[in-house]
Nanobody
Framework: QVQLVESGGGLVQAGGSLRLSCAAS????????VGWFRQAPGKEREFVAA????????TYAGSMKGRFTISRDNARNTVHLQMNSLKPEDTAVYYC?????????????????WGQGTQVTVSS
């Protein structure tokens, strides 16, 4: 069973960048697809990006394409989310999630393991 811890959130001005990290422990990390989700106050949790077990395949929500980049380092059991050109509407708690699967899944119900989240606030 894998445990996940996010870091790297904070306050940034619109147009700025942040790099989130997700550190995993307690499992064979390379067996897990990892996704990032976010949840703003009063809104449902939404998919941001996901990366395959080996890191060769990625998928993004439409509004994040071209601004966000997901990557992973299986030797260090970490996944990163590089976020550029941030907008106030990107403000949310960002969660990483993991699932032992072959498919590049994008639904929150398809992930069994979740971190506690890290707050990202983008000021205008």
């Amino acid at each position: 069973q894998v445990q996940l811890v996010e870091s790297g959130g904070g306050l940034v001005q619109a147009g700025g960048s942040l790099r989130l990290s997700c550190a995993a422990s307690g499992g064979i990390f390379s067996r897990y697809v990892v996704g990032w989700f976010r949840q703003a106050p009063g809104k449902e949790r939404e998919f941001v990006a996901a990366i395959s077990r080996g890191g060769t395949s990625t998928t993004y929500a439409g509004s994040m394409k071209g601004r966000f980049t997901i990557s992973r380092d299986n030797a260090r059991n970490t996944v990163h989310l590089q976020m550029n050109s941030l907008k106030p509407e990107d403000t949310a708690v960002y969660y990483c999630a993991a699932q032992q699967t072959l498919a590049l899944v994008t639904g929150p119900n398809e992930y069994a393991y979740w971190g506690q989240g890290t707050q990202v606030t983008v000021s205008s």
